[in-house]
């Protein structure tokens, strides 16, 4: 049996829990290539005009498996945390890809909840049974898959640079390197390191939301509010940068909130879409990496 | 304490009932215009979706009419919607205004004992008995309920009437009036009055009229400018439009909900295309457009604000739908930089498509 997995979106923070869950299922994996402009354009031309760009490049991820497998994973992913959501368009994703490209093979697209174990294992039995018909081995599989997940730390460590900004955004905008154009190495080249969210610890994020009026429900806008104001508060990096889709509803609040936290300090805001020119984008990226150095030398000079 | 609310529809005329009889201080908030619309955007963030901007702008407008207090709903996602209330009072506060917000969270969320305080910020007026605050509230129940459906049945008979308008101006008559009152009970028997005269439109019981549903995003639905008059240009058109989607099934929806009773049609008709809700109203506009297509509609427009999250899914599904029950709809995205004209056009060639479908010749 293959299980086709689509390179994108969450696969970003949960590969291992999926790879591993299906591999001991005992199932052949066929991943999508890497993000390209081919399943770029692909995902345009077939998904719904008004997504944002993550969603249409899941479409094309989708597209470029879509004949090589005999099920397709496509994640339903309800809640991460309990009270907690994230993006509606997560929650509809497999009816979207389902009404949006023809001739899909079977789709595996049970509601994951990913809060509680017993939750997790319901999912687990809907989507192994397809696959096996060995609940035990299912079992199996989704307790390795979960110790897998937990021993992980996906973030992106560089702190050798003489100046750090918190990369803040959607995982799967920071981490596809195709999407943000590869900003992470533009940016260690401009001898500027990242911070990404797991490197503050969450109780310290949880502090910081608590300075909100309204707690807000959306699991990234935590992560993201939480680890980036930390940090600026308490002057552990230079700036923040912030990887946003055009289009995407969450960020055009958190972005609102950390402005209104931060006050005057450096924050920029890359915004991404389909045409995004990359010349723009460096252009962006070089005067904000000036201004983040003059700053250093004035604040150093101030101080002697 | 004098208290605004963003505007939503017929549920102005509740909500004005009741601060009158509880003797409340309120502001009416305007139905809207494109003054208001400019001054949100422009304070707004540029990525929010319209009703922010809408309510913005109706705060600030309220407020410059002595208004100090802002009731707003709250919900807890996923749709934005939850985060309005943050974002506006920060807004309002760099502008300047010391303005109180209490925000209406569903009691699960935020805990009883806080949704009890943020209650008891309401006042009412003195010398107000329990019993005239219940009274109070049934009044206000059965006037939504009242106006809602003399919105419908006006729609509805649209389609009929043989002094072309009649309904229109009945219907606009009957709100202007409502507004001049003071009091539940005089709106309540005004509306009696108004149902009546519906009920004696001339009409032409042998006409097959068009009729359109009206499905998406519920903001834009209920708030008439939000989406240029759709309902009262459809009226003119000459064409029946009906939605289902309105204040007094949304006082139902969120009753029953608890018991999970709530819009049990909706979720059987909704299960082949969209089995979870997503947040919003995207589960109800799939199981509207199944609905109105078995129910003998002509066709459903979906409009929502750009940007809507829920309702993008609902977009990538209506196709299938269309297709597989021979049902056109049409989407309508609405933001601030909407052209009028634009969307005239639209609609017109929609209900072009709907008659030569309908009065198509078979021989």
């Not at chain 1, 249409?56 to 309990?82: A, T, W």
């Not at chain 2, 004005?16 to 309120?26: P, V």
């Not at chain 2, 009773?261 to 082949?272: P, Y």
Request: with cysteine; glycine share 8%.
């Amino acid at each position: 049996m293959k299980v086709g997995i689509p390179k994108s979106l969450l696969y970003y923070k949960y590969y291992l829990f999926i790879e591993t869950f299906f591999r001991e299922l005992g199932a052949e994996i066929v991943l999508s290539k890497d993000t390209n402009k081919e399943i770029l354009n692909n995902g345009v031309s077939f998904c719904v005009d008004e997504a944002c760009l993550p969603i249409k490049i899941f479409h094309g991820h989708v597209l470029d498996i879509k004949d090589k497998c005999d099920l397709i994973f496509i994640p339903r992913i309800m809640q991460l945390e309990k009270d907690e959501f994230i993006c509606p368009k997560f929650c509809g994703l497999p009816e979207m890809v389902v009404n949006s490209i023809p001739d899909l093979p079977k789709v595996l697209k049970e509601p994951i909840y990913g809060y509680s174990k017993s939750k997790l294992r319901t999912w687990a039995f809907n989507t192994g049974k397809l696959i096996t018909g060995n609940p035990v081995k299912i079992d199996r599989a989704l307790k390795s898959a979960i110790e897998a997940q937990i021993s992980v730390k996906s973030g992106k460590e560089n702190g050798q640079y003489p100046i750090k900004v918190a990369l803040a955004g959607h995982p799967y905008n920071i981490y596809d390197s195709f999407i943000n154009m590869n900003l992470i190495k533009k940016l260690n080249k401009l001898g500027i390191g990242v911070i990404t969210e797991v490197e503050v610890e969450k109780n310290l994020k949880t502090k910081q939301i608590l300075s909100l009026y309204k707690r807000p429900f959306w699991t990234f806008s935590r992560e993201i509010f939480g680890f980036s104001t930390y940090l600026a508060e308490n002057y552990l990096i230079d700036g923040i940068v912030y990887v946003s889709s055009f289009g995407c509803g969450i960020d055009s609040v958190i972005i609102e909130l950390i402005k209104n936290k931060i006050g005057e300090f450096p924050f920029l805001i890359l915004k991404i879409d389909e045409e995004t020119g990359e010349a723009g984008f460096d252009t962006r990226i070089e005067a904000f990496s000036d201004m983040l150095e003059r700053r250093k030398v004035k604040i150093e000079n101030n101080i002697s | 304490m004098k208290i605004t609310f963003p505007n939503l529809g017929n549920a102005r005329f509740a909500a004005k009932a009741l601060f009158d009889d509880l003797s409340i201080e309120y502001v009416l908030p305007s139905p809207g215009n494109h003054k208001e619309l400019e001054l949100g955007a422009s304070l707004s963030p540029e990525e929010i979706c319209l009703p922010f901007k809408i309510m913005l702008g109706g705060f600030i407008e309220s407020i410059e009419k002595g208004a100090d207090t802002v009731l707003i709903p709250g919900s807890c996602g996923p749709c934005r919607f939850g985060e309005y209330c943050e974002l506006q009072m920060n807004i309002l506060k760099s502008l300047g205004h010391n303005i109180d917000f209490i925000v209406l969270d569903y009691p699960k969320s935020i805990g009883t004992n806080e949704f009890l305080d943020r209650i008891k910020k309401i006042k009412p007026g003195k010398g107000v008995s329990k019993k005239e605050l219940i009274n109070a509230l049934r009044n206000a129940y059965k006037i939504i309920n009242q106006i809602d459906n003399i919105d419908k049945k006006a729609r509805h008979l649209t389609g009929f009437e043989i002094n072309k308008g009649e309904c229109k101006n009945i219907l606009r008559d009957c709100k202007m009036e409502a507004l001049a009152l003071h009091g539940g009970k005089s709106m309540i028997s005004l509306f009696k009055g108004y149902s009546k005269k519906l009920n004696k439109v001339i009409i032409d019981k042998n006409r097959n009229p068009l009729k359109i549903a009206i499905i998406g995003e519920i903001y834009n639905i209920l708030e008439p400018f939000s989406n240029l008059y759709i309902e009262d240009k459809l009226m003119d058109y000459g064409v029946s439009s009906y939605k289902k989607l309105c204040p007094s099934w949304w006082v139902k929806n969120a009753a029953l909900s608890p018991f999970k009773l709530n819009s049990l049609d909706i979720r059987l008709s909704s299960k082949e295309y969209l089995p979870y809700y997503i947040g919003g109203h995207g589960r109800e506009c799939i199981g509207e457009a199944v609905m109105s297509a078995a129910q003998g509609f002509d066709g459903a427009i979906q409009i929502f604000p750009m940007g809507c999250m829920p309702e993008i899914v609902s977009k990538a599904i209506l196709p299938t739908i269309s297709q597989a029950k021979n049902f056109p709809i049409m989407s309508l995205i609405m933001d601030e930089m909407t052209g009028e004209a634009g969307y005239d056009t639209r609609i017109e060639a929609f209900i072009d498509l709907l008659e030569r479908r309908k009065r198509r010749c078979v021989i």
